[in-house]
């Protein structure tokens, strides 16, 4: 004998507001601020500039930077200035487009929030049968 699976459709809502676009490796705060940092500049920033634009330290920054360029998001270019070498990052063809497919998500998270707001500017009230706690 053989079972027919019932299978169920989810609701449309289901999952609506997973952003599944939100890439951890960009997400975290410390490497946002990187990213939107080099992407500000093309040619890329030196290692002491970048990390006083993102209020990082020197062991913070450069974990951060590990993470990114591991992920292909990053590179690194070595050269000097006088006697003293310099690091310089920037991002990869691939890590631009990535942060900008990123940024696209954000927008739409910003988008849907700003929607529901609008349809909440009214004064609050409370659901049937909750009271605020």
């Not at 952003?19 to 890329?44: F, P």
């Not at 998001?73 to 310099?86: A, L, M």
Request: charged fraction near 25%; glycine fraction near 10%; proline fraction near 5%.
């Amino acid at each position: 004998m053989t079972r027919k699976r019932k299978t169920q459709t989810p609701p449309a809502e289901s999952g609506r507001f997973s952003y599944d676009g939100l890439d951890r490796v960009i997400h975290e705060k410390a490497r946002l601020g990187i990213l939107a940092s080099l992407a500000a500049r093309g040619d890329g920033l030196l290692f002491n500039d970048l990390k006083n634009l993102c209020s990082l330290t020197d062991g913070n920054l450069s974990r951060h930077l590990g993470v990114l360029s591991e992920a292909g998001i990053v590179e690194v270019w070595k050269g000097q200035q006088g006697s003293r070498p310099q690091t310089m990052y920037r991002l990869t063809v691939s890590g631009r487009q990535r942060f900008t497919d990123y940024v696209n998500v954000l927008e739409s998270v910003v988008a849907d929030a700003q929607v529901k707001m609008q349809s909440e500017a009214g004064p609050r009230t409370s659901p049937p049968g909750w009271a605020p706690a």
